[in-house]
């Protein structure tokens, strides 16, 4: 009878041990309870490191960000930017942190007007905003258009960026 009140111990000790570590790994988001803890693509996780590595701290206007959502108080927005001319332009992308998250502002000239595209690290573009030179910002209403512009825009950075 000894013999099988101790193998009956192991067995409920072993199982609450099991049972514990379970609920732990659950919780920590192992494997049973894995949550992403990053929303980034691959081609995202690298334009970000490139952005962090090579870019440049830089200080954008608020006006434009701010129809997108993105605010500082009115203040100018910190930003860490890389640019680079392309056959039709001036082409800028910048990682905003400012919201405690990676979001990336793609921008280019076109005549006297910019064009800007608020986007997550996915890719998914969130907001478009024309921005004239001697006018004041406005939201892209023809999403065509804006969806067209924005994955020129992403096409033309997804050719130079390293590790591709």
């Not at 993105?70 to 992308?93: C, F, L, S």
């Not at 910019?114 to 890719?123: A, E, G, M, N, Y």
């Not at 478009?128 to 023809?142: A, F, H």
Request: glycine share 8%.
């Amino acid at each position: 009878m000894s013999a099988f009140v101790t193998s009956r111990r192991t067995l409920v000790a072993a199982a609450s041990v099991l049972a514990a570590s379970l609920a732990i790994s659950a919780c920590s988001g192992g494997p049973l309870g894995r949550q992403p803890r990053h929303t980034l693509s691959p081609r995202g996780d690298r334009l970000v490191r490139w952005l962090q590595v090579d870019g440049r701290d830089n200080m954008m206007a608020p006006e434009a960000l701010a129809l997108m959502g993105i605010t500082n108080e009115g203040r100018d927005i910190p930003v860490r930017q890389i640019g680079e001319d392309g056959a039709d332009g001036r082409y800028v992308v910048s990682l905003v942190n400012i919201r405690k998250i990676h979001e990336l502002v793609f921008h280019r000239r076109q005549g006297d007007v910019l064009i800007l595209h608020l986007s997550d690290t996915k890719f998914a573009r969130l907001a478009s905003v024309r921005y004239p030179r001697n006018g004041k910002p406005s939201p892209i209403i023809d999403t065509a258009f804006a969806e067209s512009d924005f994955q020129q825009q992403i096409a033309f950075w997804f050719k130079r960026m390293p590790g591709r």
